[in-house]
């Protein structure tokens, strides 16, 4: 029981993009306008954003690529992403937190699964149910992955989970896990989530959290409305 209550609160990170047209979510245009598509970009983050806000943490880490905007909530410290692939800023993201905060948990999410439950990972997070974990894995539907969380983060164990993990590919999530497996990590598997890539995802997504932000901006567009099955 002391050794719970001793733990330290994690580092809850988000890995995003600045909320600008032409630079985010360019998948969803055509249907959308490059600045409806970035609408629904700052919708998504700010929606993650508080729904982590929620969650007890001993620091916020926002990776940012690009300027902070009016929509980042207090309570959060930003920091730039680092160079290189995706693999590569994830790993740093990692290094980052443990920079902060060695002892510490790390979970990171990115800005696109703005439907994420506050309380189930709270919960996930907590001391009494972390005990024994090593790792938090949380799969997409659509191959890769939208959560990773490291019990004890290092920047040594963040490259040799991350570095050369192929990125936006159906496989990514197995090789990861196939990472995590050959470090023999006791995995704590998260609910599979769809994140938003096409107009599809976004309004599963928008049906499966109305009452948030990113639904209201796609019901604001009409996207919803227009775009057929």
Known sequence: MRAVLAAPAPTLMVIAKSPVPGRVKTRLT????????????????????????????????????????AW?????????????GL??????AFAAAAGLAQDAPALLVGMDTPQLDAALLAESLSPAR?????AWYGPAGDGGFWALGLA???DRLARRLLLGVPMSTPDTGRALLDRLAAEDLTISHLPVVTDVDT?????????????GRFAACLRSIGTAREVAE
């Open 30 to 69: 055509p249907p959308c306008t490059p600045e409806q598509a970035a609408a629904l970009a700052e919708a998504a983050l700010t929606d993650t954003l508080t729904a982590l806000s929620r969650i007890p943490a001993g620091q916020r880490l926002l990776v940012l690529d690009g300027a902070v905007g």
């Open 72 to 84: 980042l909530p207090p309570g959060w410290q930003v920091v730039p992403q680092a160079d290189g």
């Open 87 to 92: 693999d590569a800023r994830l790993a740093a």
């Open 130 to 134: 972390r005990t024994g974990v090593d």
């Open 152 to 154: 004890r983060p290092t």
């Open 199 to 211: 107009i599809r995802d976004a309004r599963h997504v928008a049906a499966e959290a109305p009452d």
